[in-house]
């Protein structure tokens, strides 16, 4: 009777703050300097490669769209298990090196501190701003996933309806006017040929480019696309590194590259606010900022290691410190760099999660840091450990007389 009680309260109370448990400055005592140093690697970049802000919004967009904002589109592929890397939308996402950068950099000074999903959060901020974008404070305290599978890859396509897309937005919990706020992002970044070509010919069969799109612009890009290998054009034909709201003004010249973009300034439901924000930067520059909060918010509730939360509000002892296995070297590696994490003394609560992830021979060296998933692992370890680890934790606290 007691541990149905104590499950009921458990339930009650504890979901709701492993899901809400993101703030602003969650590294002050941790890692003060965190913000900072992330900040600095991003405005090293910015100073020679402005096209860095489009790359970090898109991971931003990818990271948190799949799984949640937790790091898992940079988990590499190795020869037995792709990752969320080698799926079709993410095999052009950029912008890799710059968060091993900064990861180096933050171990150097806090070592197992600060998340990548942090990092990748906090340097798209960062480089918004640069960009001529709103400045915002961003909650951390995300945690990085274990899990990273190209077939939860499951991003809107460019050349998808207003409709089609919007309800892959509704599926995250964001709304019509998040949609076409958030697509404000093409106002900076790049954009290949083969993902708008389909628009300057024989578009769905017609025999002709697209209607929609201006035939100064369909020649102009004819011309580009046809020099072959791909090559690529700015998504804002505007201002292309700036972010501004010329983007919507571009849409209603008909100067948008893909068709999704194009779609928003005709489809009813958004033509509004598409002319709307054209007309007014500051507002769209305002709801930019709420609306990639909320995408940054994103969590997956089926995460296992989420229950890292709950020790510190229970006060739990300290458990020992996590033992590295060398045979399960976790590491991440990118084509630039190299960052092999090291362990720390985990709350109790993970030390049970980690201990019960030994027992299934699953056992990552830490929960706070960026991993590949050893090949070993073909399944969502999630899946198993979610109840093992509720029971565990009902365990604890009926023994503490909860
Ligand atoms: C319906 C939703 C969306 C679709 C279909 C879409 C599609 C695309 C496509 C096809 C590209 C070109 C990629 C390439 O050629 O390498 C692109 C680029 C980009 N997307 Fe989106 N996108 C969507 C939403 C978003 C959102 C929500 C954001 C950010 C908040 C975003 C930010 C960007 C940026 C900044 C780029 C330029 C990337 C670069 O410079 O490398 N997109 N998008």
Not at 190 to 218: I, K, W, Y
Not at 272 to 287: E, K, L, P, T
Request: proline share 7%.
């Amino acid at each position: 009777m007691k541990i149905i009680k104590t499950s009921l309260l458990a339930f009650l109370f504890l979901l709701p703050l492993v899901l809400a448990d993101l703030r602003v400055g969650f590294y002050n005592a941790t890692c003060p300097q965190a913000e900072s140093i992330i900040q600095q690697v991003v405005q090293k970049r910015f100073a020679t490669d402005s096209s860095i802000t489009g790359a970090l919004l898109r991971m931003h967009f990818h990271d948190c769209f799949v799984r949640g904002c937790d790091a898992s589109i940079l988990i590499d592929s190795t020869p037995k298990k792709t990752s969320e890397k080698s799926a079709g939308p993410n095999l052009t996402v950029r912008g890799f090196e710059l968060i091993d950068e900064a990861k180096k950099s933050l171990e150097a000074a806090c070592p197992s501190t600060v998340s990548c999903a942090d990092i990748i959060t906090l340097a798209t901020r960062d480089s918004v701003v640069l960009a001529g974008g709103p400045s915002y404070a961003a909650p951390t305290g995300r945690r990085d996933g274990l899990v990273s599978n190209p077939d939860d890859v499951n991003l809107p396509g460019p050349s998808f309806s207003v409709s089609q897309a919007l309800q892959a937005f509704t599926a995250k919990g964001l709304t019509l006017n998040d949609m076409v706020t958030l697509l404000g992002a093409h106002t900076v970044g790049l954009v290949h040929c083969n993902f708008f070509e389909d628009r300057l010919s024989n578009f769905q069969g017609t025999g002709s480019p697209d209607p929609s799109m201006d035939p100064a612009l369909v020649a102009k890009l004819k011309k580009l696309c046809a020099a072959g290998n791909n090559p690529t054009t700015f998504l804002d034909q505007n201002t292309s590194s700036t972010f501004d709201n010329q983007y919507y003004n571009q849409l209603l010249l008909k100067r948008g590259i893909l068709q999704i973009d194009q779609e928003l300034a005709s489809d009813r439901s958004t033509t509004g606010i598409v002319s709307g924000f054209a007309s007014n930067g500051v507002r769209f520059s305002q709801r930019f900022a709420t609306a990639i909060l909320k995408m940054g918010s994103l969590q997956n509730s089926s995460s296992s290691h989420l229950l890292l939360f709950i020790a510190p509000v229970f006060g739990l002892p300290s458990p020992p410190p996590a033992t590295p296995s060398d045979d399960m070297d976790i590491k991440r590696t990118s084509t630039l760099s190299s960052t092999t994490l090291t362990s720390q003394p985990l709350p109790t609560v993970v030390w049970i999660t980690e201990k019960s992830k030994k027992l299934a021979g699953f056992y990552p060296k830490s929960p706070l840091l960026v991993r590949a998933i050893p090949s070993t692992i073909f399944f969502d370890p999630s899946m198993i450990f979610q109840p093992l680890e509720l029971f565990l934790l009902l365990v604890v606290l009926v023994r503490r007389n909860f």
